[in-house]
Structure formats: C-alpha cells, structure tokens
Nanobody, 121 residues
C-alpha cells in the first residue's frame, strides 16, 4: 500500500501565500504522477494541479499563474505553492498519486487525508 501524508495547510488572508507538501511512503514500486485536488463544502472534488514523472504539469484554469506544482522524485514528495490566494480557494486539499505498489501490479489511485486551506477576506 501507498500512504500519502499532506502538510502545510492553514489560515491566510486573501492575497497571501501558502505552501503544501505531500510525502508518499510505504510499498512503492513506481509513481506515475502526483497531484493535488480540492473539495469545498457542497461541491465536487476538483483537480488543482498534477505533475507526471516526466515533469509534465497540468493545472486547472483558475489556478494557472497563481499556483505552482513541483515534485521531488528522489523523496516521493510533491509540493504546491499557492500565491494570490482568494476566499474561493478555501477547501480541503487532497494529495493524489497514481502508483504501482509492486512489480506487475496495476496503477492505482491513492489519496491523502487532506489538509485544510482557509482564505479569509
């Protein structure tokens, strides 16, 4: 099994910045991609940003130019730098990984427990 542990959430004023990190541990054969999703109360979980092993990144339109995702493959860690935060960015942010736990197994989706980001106006 692959475990994901997020850190770095908190309370920030609008216009401020926060940095999230997520470490993958456990039985890991390979990680194809890591990313961040978020879910606000009453809304669907949505993609924030993702990065593949090859360094290809993908951002939701509303995050482009404000958020930056990066990955440290050697430490199985993914980061999310969030700048110019808005009250509508308030949500529970989940780390996500597409990974193989062992050789020959399929690629599965793993989720962290989530870290709360609250942006006050």
């Amino acid at each position: 099994q692959v475990q994901l542990v997020e850190s770095g959430g908190g309370l920030v004023q609008a216009g401020g910045s926060l940095s999230l990190s997520c470490v993958a541990s456990g039985s890991i054969f390979s990680i194809t991609a890591m990313g961040w999703y978020r879910q606000a109360p009453g809304l669907q979980r949505e993609l924030v940003a993702a990065v593949t092993t090859g360094g290809i990144t993908n951002y939701a339109d509303s995050m482009k130019g404000r958020f930056t995702i990066s990955r440290d493959k050697s430490n199985n860690t993914v980061y999310l730098q969030m700048n110019s935060l808005k009250p509508e960015d308030t949500a529970l942010y989940y780390c996500n990984a597409l990974a193989k736990a062992r050789w020959g197994s399929g690629i599965l989706t793993y989720w962290g427990q989530g870290t709360q980001v609250t942006v006050s106006s």
